[in-house]
């Protein structure tokens, strides 16, 4: 069965870096079928899709965030992990990792529990 | 971008009840449709992928239907444990965007 943990600060100060890894078990972060994804929910609203990256090396981030963004594998370790820079109060939200299914029809068929990362001084 | 509209936003049944919920794209989105479910505090769950193919372990009581720019996600009798958002997510577009969820309330 595979398994996705997130892990990282919950706490990060405005104009710094957030930082978040999430660990993969059960499964290889290098199967050519799958895409390893962030997704993010403000408090007490929807779904917001941030990028993914395929072991290839390929990546896609949200056209909103694209600037601020860097999503990458560790394959040594069955990680992938993302960064993003010059946080504000509006990136305070839960964050999820989760794997995309690129054998079907793209759907995001396993998650973490999600990480709380609140962004303030 | 592909914007997903889902109505209503909310919803109150009763547990037998019959629930259909509706998922808009701003454009033809083929069948590359999927839905999940929220339970408060819980990550998402896939439910449906490709309009209407039921996730392993999901109950048959949960179908999909449509195709183009119109879907659906039905509860042919509604339990109490199916309370949650439900939220549709399109996957036609490399940018992948979700719909802004539909709250379901047990009654």
């Known amino acids: 069965q595979v398994q996705l943990q997130e892990s990282g600060p919950g706490l990060v100060k405005p104009s710094q870096t957030l930082s978040l890894t999430c660990t993969v078990s059960g499964g290889s972060i290098s199967s050519g079928s799958y895409y390893w994804s962030w997704i993010r929910q403000h408090p007490g609203k929807g779904l917001e899709w941030i990028g993914y990256?395929?072991?290839?090396?390929?990546?896609y981030y949200n056209p909103s965030l694209k600037s601020r963004v860097t999503i990458l594998l560790d394959m040594s370790k069955n990680q992938f992990s993302l960064k993003l820079s010059s946080v504000t109060a509006a990136d305070t939200a839960m964050y999820y990792c989760?794997?995309?299914?690129?054998?079907?029809?793209?759907?995001?068929?396993?998650w973490g529990q999600g990480t709380l990362v609140t962004v303030s001084s | 971008d592909i914007q997903m509209t889902q109505s209503p936003s909310s919803l109150s049944a009763s547990v037998g009840d019959r629930v259909t919920i509706t998922c808009r794209a701003s454009?033809?989105?083929?069948?590359?449709l999927n839905w999940y479910q929220q339970k408060p505090g819980k990550a998402p769950k896939l439910l449906i992928y490709a309009t209407s193919s039921l996730q392993s372990g999901v109950p048959s009581r949960f179908s999909g239907s449509g195709s183009g720019t119109d879907f659906t996600l039905t509860i042919s009798v509604l339990q109490p444990e199916d309370f949650g958002t439900y939220y549709c997510q399109q996957s036609y577009s490399t940018r992948l965007t979700f719909g802004g969820g539909t709250k379901v309330e047990i009654k």
């Open positions: 454009q033809s989105i083929s069948s590359y």
């Open positions: 990256i395929h072991f290839s090396g390929s990546t």
């Open positions: 989760a794997r995309l299914d690129s054998g079907n029809y793209y759907e995001f068929d396993y």
